[in-house]
């Protein structure tokens, strides 16, 4: 099954996709923290209300999420080209739900910087609370997942030795298009690459990341409780902007697609800020 969070006649809800219409499930405004995996399950649909979804505002799939937590460093490629060394834990950092955009929402650039940068990623939606999770029951805290790109305003990002403004710009971060159930997707082998001016920039397998989503699971609810709607974005392949020579940052026209076999195509168009 995929869902999506969405807007339509000043209303918000969640539909369930159903080809190229959304079918609104009874009672539930948005994927969040409400949405429990049995809530998604068990809500009684209303396919008298079924809408197009090209007649819909699609949200961030998660609009308002108790908790987003970014993965820094997790294919090899991409800590090759940083010249860091192979972490043995992972590197963690944090969003606020304020940082995210829908898919068709544009992202704007801010004027304060001239080094935006995409880094596309999978996004792992939680669906069951949790702390201490052990890694044979992480992947049952897991209600779906999605497409993210970590837009990163790189010359913030490096200021200080807090990665927190380059990472967390208001309406920075699109998410989406849709939740994918587990059930629906195989991600052993699933490859993920983003585009950008026609040309693939970034490129890679799921299965090459450093540290998996169970262990990812893990290690966050060891220190933090895990609540349904929490997003984890597990990190970014390389081919980042800022690490090719010569260095490609995103321009106003821009329009820049990350894809994941069997999760979606979230494209998202880039236009200067208007002040
Ligand atoms: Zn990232």
Not at 82 to 100: D, E, I
Request: charged share 25%; glycine share 10%.
């Amino acid at each position: 099954m995929a869902y999506a969070s969405y807007e339509h006649g000043g209303r918000h809800r969640v539909g369930r996709v159903d080809g190229d219409r959304l079918v609104p499930l009874a009672g539930l405004s948005e994927i969040g923290r409400h949405t429990d995996v049995d809530a998604l399950r068990t809500a009684q649909e209303l396919p008298a209300e079924a809408v197009a979804i090209d007649d819909v505002h699609l949200r961030p799939v998660v609009p308002d999420p108790a908790k987003i937590v970014c993965v820094g460093l997790n294919y090899h490629a991409h800590v090759d080209e940083t010249g860091r060394q192979l972490p043995t834990y992972p590197v963690l950092f944090t969003k606020f739900a304020s940082s995210l955009i829908g898919p068709d929402d544009p992202v704007e650039l801010p004027p304060e910087s001239e080094q935006v940068d995409y880094e596309g990623e999978l996004a792992v939606v939680i669906g069951r609370r949790g702390r201490r999770i052990g890694t044979d029951a992480a992947l049952d805290h897991v209600l779906g997942y999605t497409v993210s790109n970590d837009i990163t305003m790189r010359d913030y990002q490096y200021k200080t030795h807090q990665w927190l403004q380059g990472k967390a710009w208001d309406r920075s971060t699109p998410l989406g298009p849709y939740l994918v159930t587990p059930s629906e997707v195989d991600l052993a082998g699933a490859g993920i690459r983003t585009r950008l001016r026609g040309e693939v920039v970034q490129s890679s397998t799921l299965d090459r990341l450093i540290f998996d989503i169970p262990t990812l699971v893990v290690a966050v609810s060891e220190f933090a409780e895990l609540v349904p709607g929490d997003v984890i974005l597990t990190g970014t392949p390389g081919g980042v902007g800022f690490r090719r020579d010569p260095q490609v940052f995103l321009v106003p026209g821009d329009e820049v697609t990350v894809e994941i076999d069997g999760v979606g195509t979230l494209t998202t168009a880039v236009r200067a800020e208007s002040r």
